[in-house]
């Protein structure tokens, strides 16, 4: 039976609007923080760097920008806590060249950066977080969608897991950015899993923190 003007009518208009829906679908899935990441992991790697003490000193970051241009770059940024927590915070963004320069500089001052090989800071991130979490602590949930910004970087074969740890132990240090919650958490995991000894010096380096305050 031959469809009607009418419904060839409809018909067209359901393919107009089923066809709008994908287009904005995929737009969202674009401007989507995973979206954002994947743009940006097909653009040149512009800085990656380091903390030169993130082992020494137990706290550092990692610093990825990637762009086409100075002008619009792709940063992740990943707070490492190389004595007890692994990545421990984590961000991305994208920023024009001044917030770009502000934010780099703000974190080279905090923690001088070193220029580091991307596949060398890509198996840094990684062992660092697989260590971790052989000691019960995993990384934020977003980490896999943020590390994916290093794209097809291989990861090197250097063993970051072996310089982890104070003297080759889970060493956890409360930071001013966790709750009074997550610290009361940690510390009781701590203690469950390492010992007593292991929450009475977390314990006591931080009341000698608050004395120096």
């Known amino acids: ?16 609007k089923a066809e709008a829906t994908a287009r904005q679908a995929q737009a969202m899935a ?29 706290m550092g970051a990692v610093y990825l920008s990637r762009g086409a241009s100075t002008a619009r770059q792709f940063i992740a940024l ?29 974190v080279n001052t905090a923690d001088a950066l070193t220029p580091t090989p991307p596949e060398e800071a890509r198996k840094l991130l990684r062992d ?18 943020i590390e994916a910004l290093f794209g097809d970087v291989v990861p090197a074969e250097t063993d970051y897991a072996a310089r982890c740890g104070k003297e080759g132990k889970v060493l956890y240090i409360p930071g001013p ?24 010096t977390t314990l006591a380096m931080v009341t000698e923190a608050l004395k120096d305050e």
């Open 1 to 16: 039976m031959a469809q009607t003007p009418a419904v060839r009518k409809a018909a067209r208009a359901a393919k107009r």
């Open 30 to 58: 674009a401007n989507s923080q995973s979206g954002r990441v994947r743009e940006g992991a097909l653009l040149p790697i512009r800085d990656c760097m380091v903390s030169a003490g993130l082992f020494e000193n137990g």
């Open 78 to 106: 990943f707070m490492v806590d190389s004595f007890a927590l692994g990545v421990k915070e984590l961000s991305f963004r994208v920023a024009e060249r001044d917030e770009a320069e502000f934010l780099l500089d703000a």
């Open 128 to 145: 660092v977080v697989a260590w971790a979490n052989g000691s019960g602590f995993a990384p934020p949930k977003t980490f896999a969608a």
């Open 177 to 200: 950015s966790e709750t009074p919650a997550q610290i009361k958490r940690r510390m009781k995991h701590v203690e469950q899993r390492f010992g007593i000894d292991a929450a009475l």
